[in-house]
């Protein structure tokens, strides 16, 4: 059974920083395209950043700049550098495993950035 599990999250002063983890529980962590979406209240769950097994990087263009997606195959995490937040990237993070057959979620860690 897969499992991800996210931690980091939390209240921020705008122009703050924040670092999201996840560590997955898969037999085999190097197949997988990981990701982050976020969910802002009254709003579609979008997508912030993926990262492929061999580190490339993709971000919306919201992010661009300000957050940095990475990876440890070895220990199975993948993680999101979260700098220069604005009260718009208020939202719960979702890490995630992105799958034709069927995407894989975490449970959500929520970030607040307010002053």
């Known amino acids: 059974q897969v499992q991800l599990v996210e931690s980091g999250g939390g209240l921020v002063q705008p122009g703050g920083s924040l670092r999201l983890s996840c560590t997955a529980s898969v037999p085999i962590f190097t197949i997988y395209i990981m990701g982050w979406y976020h969910q802002a209240p009254g709003k579609q769950r979008e997508l912030v950043a993926t990262i492929t097994p061999g580190g490339t990087a993709n971000y919306a263009d919201s992010v661009k700049g300000r957050f940095t997606i990475s990876r440890d195959n070895a220990k199975k995490t993948v993680s999101l550098q979260m700098s220069s937040l604005k009260p718009e990237d208020t939202a719960v993070y979702y890490c995630?495993?992105?799958?034709?057959?069927?995407?894989?979620w975490g449970q959500g860690t929520q970030v607040t950035v307010s002053s």
């Open positions: 995630t495993i992105p799958r034709t057959t069927g995407s894989y």
